[in-house]
């Protein structure tokens, strides 16, 4: 791929809405070529021509660029409002701490509680009435971030999610496009888990039942 198709392709990146409006053949190739010239986006010199060929090559390699929205049709959607998401320091100390707190955790009734494990820090996901326990057991300097007010979108997909491509690049694309914000991704296939602030919930929502009618 040509510098000029890369820069192309992450403009396309960038704007969602120009990107899904280009691949449907709803742009005319020529304007988009003008303007891509008039905003010096494309690296090097570029002359009107020799970008509408670029469009022409890029537009030949657009077959399979979304993923089967009929996946879509197959999803289980269940919402879980009040959930408080803490980003903390990874040390000794606050994975012995994080023991404790573990054992007064109790799933079995329905109590919410992740644990993710990055190279420098852990995540926590629980119920915003179980803060109580960071309090508890965590000191205030080993909080990094604190996310309040966050709902937790779980997204069950059908077996064939698993070998289908694009599915998560797509549903990103529709949030972006509304303006919703992703706090935060979990995967546990074919189960998607997305953490949203509480004010996108019903917007969000509202994209994922349209999706699966």
Known sequence: MSQMEQDFVQFLSARPEIKRCYYQGLI????????????????????????????RRVEMEKEGVFCDTTIFNHIRITVKDHITIFDLKKSAH?????KELISQIDPLKNETFKMVLGSASVKLFLDSYNNMLITEHIKKDDTINKHDQCSEISIFFPEKARSSKG???????????????????????????????????????????????
């Open 94 to 98: 606050v994975m012995e701490q994080l």
């Open 28 to 55: 005319n190739r020529r304007a988009l070529a003008r303007y891509l010239v008039k905003q010096e986006i494309l690296s090097g010199r570029t002359s009107l021509e020799a970008v509408v060929g670029m469009l």
């Open 167 to 213: 599915v998560i690049s797509f549903l990103t694309t529709e949030f972006a496009l509304h303006d919703i914000i992703i706090t935060e991704f979990l995967s546990c296939s074919p189960e998607l888990l997305m953490y949203l602030e509480e004010k996108h919930t019903v917007k969000a929502f509202g994209i994922l039942k349209r999706l699966s009618q």
